[in-house]
């Protein structure tokens, strides 16, 4: 799907706040609201826009300790990397996970209340998941950037 300029600032209105009326981005685009609307529609059917989420605050439901944890794999056979992969989806406590190249296999992002709470999602969840070689963790200092939106 090819995105003209049009479609791609309401992407990006839509990504600093996807509760605004259509109405409200009609004006802002100096559109009708049915043209809005269809383009939305569009965007949707296409899986330009995939999900409309709310972003919580860590620091309110206490999950911000947060961890980026490198994994290496003792086997890289198809059937390893799908199961770990399933396994990863099962934990809660990882907000994102990535299979990369390098050193690792992947890194997890991990959001627990604490150190504490770290050790126990080490101990009771990470490592109970067969085929993990080794671990290596890095724990946030601050967060300098954090953005949800994609620049287009």
Known sequence: MELDNTDIQLIK?????????TKQYADSLQLSKTA???R??????????????ALVDKEKVRRNFTVLCHIKLVQHTKENVLRFE?????LEEVSECFHVSGDYDYILKVNVENMKKYREFMVTKLTAINNIGST?????IKEVKHSTAVSI
């Open 40 to 53: 939305i529609r569009r965007l949707e059917r296409n899986q330009v826009i995939t999900d409309y989420v």
């Open 13 to 21: 209105l839509l990504q600093e706040d996807c509760k605004k009326t």
């Open 136 to 140: 290596q963790s890095s724990f946030t």
């Open 86 to 90: 399933r396994e990863i989806l099962k």
């Open 36 to 38: 809005v609307y269809e």
